[in-house]
């Protein structure tokens, strides 16, 4: 941000008092900024023992398979904003369980959060967001075409999960890579 939203100053770039961060404050109005990180919710949705995955019509990493997931909207829930991109992605009406993975992004100012899904029956589609929708054995999942490090991440945890017979809920950090 380089100008005030309220009164329309060029803005300076400084810790306020009280503050540990530096934050963009108008040097006229006094107001300050609090850039705060975006939370992306979404679904692992089950089918059959079938991992639902969709391949990405869109930028960031157009042609790769994803968990259908996206930006929270306001005034939703999380939960609502899982179902919500489940069907703008896939088409499907997910029944949403519990929350299953959170990951943290911190360079990228982005928190991460999964939900446990089931598929009431096989109906999903492609949409303006998905080019291809398809459900996945475990073991045919396309690791090499995933286009999210939060999501491969996800599908481990998932799929370790499957093979213990329990599901527990996993926090993790993803850090640049150097």
């Known amino acids: 941000m380089r100008f005030c939203p309220k ?7 400084q810790i306020p ?25 979404g679904t692992i949705p089950i089918f ?12 960031p990493r157009l042609g790769y398979w994803t968990l259908p997931a996206g930006f929270m909207e306001n005034q939703e829930t ?6 919500r991109e489940t069907f703008e992605e896939s088409g499907s009406h997910a029944i949403c369980g519990s929350a299953f993975s959170m990951i943290s992004i911190p360079h990228i100012n982005q928190i991460h959060l999964f939900y446990l899904a089931t598929l009431p029956k096989a109906d999903f589609h492609p949409t303006e967001e998905s080019s291809e929708v ?12 995933i286009a999210f490090s939060s999501v491969t991440k996800t599908l481990k945890f998932y799929l370790q999960d499957v093979e213990n017979g329990e599901f527990e809920f996993h926090e993790d950090t993803i850090y640049p890579q150097k």
């Open 7 to 13: 009164c329309g100053t060029q803005v300076n770039f």
């Open 17 to 41: 008092a009280g503050d540990n961060r530096e934050r963009a404050v108008c040097p006229n109005c006094q107001h300050i900024d609090y850039d705060n990180p975006n939370v992306i919710t």
């Open 48 to 59: 059959e023992n079938k991992v639902l995955l969709c391949k990405r019509n869109i930028e």
């Open 78 to 83: 999380t939960k609502e904003g899982a179902l």
């Open 134 to 145: 398809e459900l996945f054995e475990y073991d045919q999942i396309p690791w090499d075409d």
